[in-house]
């Protein structure tokens, strides 16, 4: 039996979790796993009721949950709060709380998917990227910080522990794929970066087998839309891996196909890359393929259900060169559908997958 604790969060957050949660249950029962759920509130959700985007309810939880499966937080309802109001702040708090250094964001692209993209489809075949970023430091959490009336300012720091550790991740998984990792800084003008630059080329010397080149933020944000095939892993810091994660979503079609797991020693998170998307909340349209895949993560990573993890990829891709499209990567001929259909249309093929093995 797994404990997984349920935080949806805001906006489109609780829509596509509530789809996670249906291709778990499926999976579940198919499998012979005991999945159990407990709902907590963060965010937006848990400040209008408790005054607080994360209480310690809400950590217990999560402390006592095997895993952690998330939607999103945020929305123009809650942006100006102060600081440690914000529902972002809660995500920032759980994230340090669990020790969660390393999230994973991969971005791969299925062949019925080529044309869906705003980028061109001889540039995006067999795009395979897992964007490694740091998640418990960096200018996200350095202190000084604030502001006042007369200036801001955040402090990026990071030290030889925090890069080792994300450093040793980047070279193992690596390792179990094509054997070369891009380590994204800008050692051109950060002192921060250039310790990492450091500190990453130390650690490649246990792992000679395994390629290392540097390249600065500016650079690879424009090689990752001129040519994604060049990359396997890309390690970075937190800051930098948040926006090469959201660009590189342009490789999967859309950032609602873009799902994440965050990693500690002892605790697990998972969570589409995407936010709370205010603009499509409530409409039942959002895709909930990023959620799903997450879901698929959380199999494989936490609970070592390769197959059916699996299986779930497998039904994601059939049903997609079906043509069957939520809006967001919707183009003329294809068939348009809600998330509420584009999640039935997964499990029936999860099913059907099942049925023939
Ligand atoms: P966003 O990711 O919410 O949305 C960006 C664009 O992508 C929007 O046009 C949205 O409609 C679209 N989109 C995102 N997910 C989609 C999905 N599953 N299906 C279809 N379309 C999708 O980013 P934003 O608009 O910059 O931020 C909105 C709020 O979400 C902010 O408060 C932000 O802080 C928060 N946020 C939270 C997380 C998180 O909880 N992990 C991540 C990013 C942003
Ligand atoms: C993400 C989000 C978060 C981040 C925000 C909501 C705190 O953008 O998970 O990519 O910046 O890490
Ligand atoms: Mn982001």
Redesign the pocket.
């Known amino acids: 039996m797994y404990r997984i604790a349920l935080l949806p969060?805001?906006?489109?957050?609780p829509e596509?979790v509530n789809a996670a949660v249906k291709v778990l249950k499926i999976a579940g029962e198919k499998f012979n796993t005991e999945f159990e759920f407990k709902t907590a509130l963060i965010?937006g959700s848990s400040y209008d009721k408790f005054k607080t985007p994360l209480t310690d309810e809400t950590l217990d939880v999560c402390y006592s949950s095997d895993v952690v499966f998330?939607?999103?937080?945020?929305?123009?309802d809650?942006?100006n709060l102060e600081h440690h109001l914000?529902?972002?702040a809660a995500?920032l708090k759980l994230r340090k709380a669990l020790g969660l250094f390393a999230n994973l964001r991969p971005a791969r692209v299925y062949n019925s998917m080529l044309e869906n993209s705003s980028l061109k489809a001889d540039v995006l075949k067999g795009t395979d990227v897992l964007i490694l970023r740091e998640l418990t430091g960096g200018i996200y959490f350095g202190e000084p910080r604030g502001y006042d009336d007369e200036k801001g300012f955040n402090t990026m720091i990071y030290t030889k522990e925090e890069v080792e550790r994300i450093a040793r991740k980047a070279f193992e998984f690596a390792r179990q794929r094509n054997k070369r990792v891009a380590s994204v800084d800008k050692a051109n003008v950060l002192e921060v970066s250039q310790f990492w630059r450091k500190v990453v080329v130390e650690v490649r010397k246990d792992y000679p087998d395994v390629q290392l080149n540097h390249m600065y933020v500016d650079n690879a944000a424009m090689q990752i839309v001129r040519d994604p095939k060049q990359f396997d892993v890309i390690l970075t810091s937190n800051l930098f891996g948040d926006i090469l994660s959201?660009i590189a979503a342009m490789i999967t079609g859309?950032?609602?196909?873009l799902p994440s797991a965050s990693l500690g020693t002892k605790y697990a998170l998972y969570?589409?890359?995407?936010?709370?998307?205010?603009?499509?909340a409530g409409k039942g349209?959002?895709?909930?393929?990023?959620?799903i895949s997450s879901a698929a993560m959380m199999l494989k990573y936490s609970f070592q259900m390769d197959k059916a993890s699996e299986i779930i990829e497998n039904s994601i891709e059939n049903v997609l060169s079906k043509g069957y499209r939520?809006?967001?990567?919707f183009k003329e001929g294809d068939k348009l559908v809600t998330t509420e259909e584009m999640t039935n249309l997964i499990i029936e093929e999860f099913e059907k997958i099942v049925a023939t093995q």
């Not at 998330?70 to 929305?75: D, H, K, T």
């Not at 859309?254 to 196909?257: A, E, F, R, Y």
């Not at 969570?271 to 499509?280: C, K, T």
Request: charge should be negative.
């Open positions: 969060g805001d906006g489109i957050g596509v965010g998330l939607g999103a937080v945020g929305g123009p809650w942006e914000k529902p972002e995500l959201d859309s950032l609602g196909m969570e589409p890359v995407h936010g709370s998307a205010p603009d499509i349209i959002a895709n909930p393929i990023a959620a939520t809006k967001d990567i």
